[in-house]
Every structure is written in C-alpha cells, then in structure tokens.
C-alpha cells in the first residue's frame, strides 16, 4: 500500500542551525502539508502547497520557514534557523485531491526535531 | 475560523467496553468534512473515518461506528468492546472549504486488560 514516507525519524540539531526535513508524498497526490506537534500538545497546521506553490500557511510559519519541491519526488520543509521552540513532531501529509471529493490525508510517519 | 473541541482530555476504560469520544466543531462553511484519526504510541497518525457535511447518516465499520449531528455540531465516535491495542490518542478533524485540517486536542484513551 503506497504510503508517506519522511527521512530522518529523528534530528538533533544544535540552536542556530538550519535543518531540512525530507517527505516523498504518494506518487499520484496533488496537495502536500506540513503539521507540527509539539510533544503532548495538539498537531497544528504549517502550511499546504500545490501546484508548485503555498497554498494556505499558518502564523507559525513565519519567514525561519520554507518549503520546496525540488524534483517530482520530495518535499522539503527548511528551518533557516531553528530555535528551542521549534523542537516538535513534523508531519507530512499529502492527499490526491481537494476538499469537495471527500478524501482524507495521509500521514508520514513523522520527523521529531530536537533543539538542543 | 473554525475550530476543534474534544471536552475528554483523557478516558481509561477496561477492556470490552464499550467507549465513546466527543467531538463538536464549528464553522461557518457549509461543506466541509470530518475526520477521526488515531496516533498510537509509536506516534503515527492513522486514518480511521471521514463524514462530509451533506450526509448525517450515522455508520458503522467493525468496531468504530459514529454519530454525526449537524444540529448540534457534534461528530461523536464510538469504539465497541474495546481492546487494549486501541490505547492511543484520538483526533477529530475538521476540513472545511479551504485546503486546511483543523485538529482538536486529543482525546487520550487508555483501554486496561
């Protein structure tokens, strides 16, 4: 069964530094999200990208963040410069179509970022 | 703005019970969708069911069923003789006409043998 995929598990990264989080959508999904939960809170929206380009983004996604789909395959979400806060869970999700088609989105397995 | 409000914070029950989580939302879209997924203590999340806005017939698939109320905006969902492997934390979710899912807190169930 085609699934999300995210590299790494898990990243330790010093304060400061940049990170980039990897996901490889399912291969015939259209739209592509980044969620985040920090540990034991609830999951929240970062941003959603289709065609190419930003769809929706939250507050939290100010200008520390970025996102990219460099090849026909992966999806990035840069941190320029991450801070403590930003230690989390993050998830990438993707789903073949918009709202008005009832599909749901499916998950990656997640990426938690620690901030040291 | 749309929102997300599961009252339980956490519900332990024994194993075969039967346990029902609470969820109301609220928006100001007419179409919009619905979702329950689950993230067990591996961290995943799980798709479970969808409800989209224009059909309030209440399902049920195994041991899940569900109970949409438009009046009351209230996607309730119900597990029947739990077990144990259905320890985790549940998550309604609301999508509405934009491209976005609005999570609710979670609600933390622990299923005892």
């Known amino acids: 069964e085609p699934e999300v995929t995210q590299t790494p598990s898990h990243q330790v990264t010093q304060m400061g530094q940049e990170v980039i989080l990897r996901c490889v959508p399912i291969?015939?999904?259209?739209?592509f999200y980044w969620y985040r939960q920090i540990l034991g809170q609830k999951v929240e929206f970062l941003v959603s990208?289709?065609?190419?380009?930003?769809?929706?983004k939250s507050e939290i996604f100010d200008d520390q963040f970025s996102v990219e789909r460099p090849d026909g395959s992966n999806f990035t979400l840069k941190i320029r410069s991450t801070k403590l806060e930003d230690s989390a869970m993050y998830f990438c999700?993707?789903?073949?179509?918009?709202?008005?088609?009832?599909?749901?989105?499916?998950f990656g397995q997640g990426t938690r970022l620690t901030v040291v | 703005a749309q929102k997300v409000t599961q009252a339980q914070t956490e519900i332990s029950v024994v194993e075969k019970e039967d346990v029902t989580l609470d969820c109301v939302y609220e928006?100001?879209?007419?179409?919009?969708?619905l979702f329950w997924y689950k993230q067990p203590p591996s961290g995943e999340l799980v798709f479970l069911i969808r409800?989209?806005?224009?059909?309030?017939q209440n399902e049920i698939s195994g041991r899940y069923s569900w109970n949409f109320q438009k009046s009351t905006s209230s996607f309730n969902f119900t597990i029947t003789a739990s077990q144990v492997v259905d320890s985790a934390v549940y998550f309604c979710?609301?999508?509405?006409?934009?491209?976005?899912?609005?999570f609710g807190g979670g609600t933390r169930l622990m299923v005892k043998p």
């Open positions: 999700a993707s789903r073949p179509n918009r709202l008005g088609q009832n599909t749901e989105a499916f």
């Open positions: 291969s015939n999904h259209l739209y």
């Open positions: 990208f289709y065609n190419n380009e930003i769809s929706e």
């Open positions: 928006t100001r879209d007419t179409t919009y969708y």
């Open positions: 409800r989209n806005s224009f059909d309030e």
């Open positions: 979710v609301l999508n509405n006409a934009g491209n976005m899912l609005t």
